[in-house]
């Protein structure tokens, strides 16, 4: 029985460990589109949307409710600023961009509020 819970405890930390390193990802890629979508550089913009994109994508495949709500807005809203950025609307990619940052956010909130605290 021990040995089952201790299975159970280190799948659920392995799962926890490989969405936090998604979300930071994210966070990190979406902060650094927006900061050179600000400055026109829209190769640079794309380029940090879509490994943005990769790691939101896998991140929602390990989340559920609100959290995932969010998180699933968000890769609408880098999916569009993708498009917009492809059509070089930079501003209005920008705007997406900014948008899927603040959805990142709410999303990894609800989840750390979630996680079980260790006494």
């Known amino acids: 029985m021990k040995k089952?819970?201790?299975?159970?405890?280190?799948?659920?930390?392995?799962?926890s460990v490989f969405a936090d390193n998604h979300f930071v990802a994210v966070d990190k890629h979406v902060s650094a589109a927006v900061v050179n979508g600000e400055a026109g550089h829209t190769q640079i913009l794309i380029k940090h949307v879509k490994a943005a994109l990769e790691h939101a994508l896998e991140a929602s495949v390990m989340s559920k409710g609100l959290s995932k709500?969010?998180?699933?807005?968000?890769?609408?809203e880098l999916q569009e600023?993708?498009?917009?950025?492809?059509?070089g609307h930079i501003g209005a990619a920008t705007i997406h961009a900014e948008?899927?940052?603040?959805?990142?956010?709410?999303?990894?909130?609800?989840?750390?509020?979630?996680?079980?605290?260790?006494?």
């Open 4 to 15: 089952l819970v201790c299975i159970g405890l280190f799948i659920f930390a392995t799962t």
């Open 81 to 87: 600023s993708l498009d917009l950025a492809n059509l």
């Open 69 to 76: 709500t969010h998180l699933d807005a968000a890769i609408k």
């Open 99 to 119: 948008a899927a940052d603040k959805h990142i956010k709410m999303s990894e909130k609800i989840r750390l509020s979630k996680l079980p605290t260790v006494n």
